[in-house]
């Protein structure tokens, strides 16, 4: 089985191109949550998806920035013509939430974007 | 003040010590997260607790809700032990709040 699937790993983007990141759940987790780590700074929460829902968007900066969990396919955070403040790890951890709040979230491996 | 506050920040030890990582939160939680993020970078999740204790190996977890205070302990540290441990309480649509982490390490 599995974990929490993240790709690209590693991903170098230039002023102004777009970054997407893919994420896919663990087999049978239909709920992905998306968080960012700035260089030298704590992991912050940016949304909550199920599929083709967003339950929790209150962490997604409001320009840029928008994210998607399909019926099919991996959820994907999209970062339109990315400045260097962009430039973090980026984490996403799914979960069955069948005991809401008392499940374990799963972490995938992040992706590192670094933009020049 | 942040909703979720760990101490010490930074923590040195040697190997074989017994190690104590404080987590205290403001809000009210129905349970909460230690993780461990590698220097590599990567998260795994070490336990996840509602009330009492847990204990995986060397790891035990505690928490008490009514005081809004968890901690994480282990046993006979060892370096491989050397990460950031991180608190993290689930709020609202169970988005995870995060600690700010201590960075741990232990020498040999």
């Known amino acids: 089985n599995a974990g929490v699937m993240q790709n690209p790993r590693h991903l170098v983007r230039r002023r102004g191109q777009e970054a997407r990141l893919r994420c896919s759940p663990m087999k049978g987790h239909s709920h992905v949550y998306w968080y960012r780590q700035l260089p030298e700074e704590g992991l912050k929460f940016m ?25 099919e396919g991996p959820s994907i955070l999209r970062i339109q013509q990315v400045v260097r403040g962009d430039s973090a790890a980026y984490f996403c951890a799914s979960s069955p939430r069948t005991s809401g709040s008392l499940d374990t979230q799963y972490f995938g491996p992040g992706t590192r974007l670094t933009v020049l | 003040k942040n909703e979720v506050e760990q101490s010490p920040q930074n ?98």
């Not at chain 2, 939680?29 to 590698?38: D, E």
């Not at chain 2, 009330?51 to 005081?67: C, D, V, W, Y």
């Open chain 1, 47 to 71: 949304v909550y998806l199920q599929k083709e829902n967003i339950i929790d968007e209150s962490g997604m900066p409001k320009e840029r920035f928008s994210a998607e969990f399909p019926k």
């Open chain 2, 11 to 108: 923590l040195t030890a040697q190997e074989g010590e017994f190690i104590t990582i404080n987590c205290s939160y403001s809000v009210g939680i129905s349970a909460l997260h230690w993780l461990q993020q590698h220097p590599g970078g990567g998260i795994v999740s070490l336990f996840m607790l509602s009330s009492g204790k847990k204990k995986h190996g060397r790891l035990i977890a505690t928490i008490n809700i009514q005081e809004k205070h968890s901690s994480l302990h282990i046993t006979a540290s060892h370096p491989r032990d050397s990460a950031v441990y991180i608190c993290a309480v689930p709020i609202n649509t169970d988005k995870l709040i995060f600690g700010t982490g201590t960075r741990l390490q232990v020498f040999p």
